[in-house]
C-alpha cells in the first residue's frame, strides 16, 4: 500500500453511525491526513519545484475524474500529484494499472482509462531536476 493509503473500509452500521465517538475520530484521521498531504506537498513543491510542476499539470490537464470540468478547485487533484511526484522522484514503475488503482482506491470510481494514458505518457518525459 502506497503512503496515504487506507485500507478500503466496510458500510458503517446505523449503531457506528449514531456514535458521536467515531465521527469524532474520523474527523480527527481526516485532519491528520490532510495536514501530512500539506506537509508533504509543501517538501516536493521546496525541492522539486519543476517536477512537481509539471505532473500538476500533466493530471489537471487530463482530469482523471472530470472533477475539475465540473468546476471543482484547481487543488482537487493534489492528492494525485504527490502521489505521482514521489513515484517520478522514486524508484517505482509507474503503470496505467498503479495509477487507476490508485486514482480507485482514493476517489471510489472507475478513472477515465485515455485520461490515465496522457497522465502515463506525460510523466515519461518528466525527469526530476538532479
Not at 114 to 121: P, Q, T, V
Amino acid at each position: 500500500m502506497a503512503m496515504g493509503e487506507q485500507p478500503a473500509r466496510s458500510i458503517p452500521t446505523f449503531d457506528e453511525l449514531r456514535d458521536p465517538q467515531l465521527w469524532q475520530q474520523e474527523r480527527d484521521k481526516a485532519a491528520e491526513k490532510n495536514r501530512s498531504l500539506k506537509r508533504r506537498m509543501a517538501e516536493i513543491k521546496a525541492r522539486h519545484w519543476e517536477t512537481w510542476s509539471a505532473v500538476k499539470r500533466a493530471v489537471d490537464d487530463a482530469d482523471p475524474e472530470g472533477l475539475l470540468t465540473m468546476g471543482s478547485p484547481d487543488d482537487e487533484y493534489d492528492d494525485a500529484v504527490v502521489y505521482l511526484t514521489d513515484r517520478v522522484l522514486g524508484t517505482e514503475r509507474i503503470s496505467p494499472e498503479s495509477v487507476s488503482d490508485w486514482f480507485q482506491a482514493q476517489y471510489g470510481s472507475e478513472p477515465d482509462a485515455d485520461a490515465i494514458r496522457l497522465i502515463i505518457g506525460s510523466l515519461e518525459g518528466i525527469r526530476p531536476a538532479p
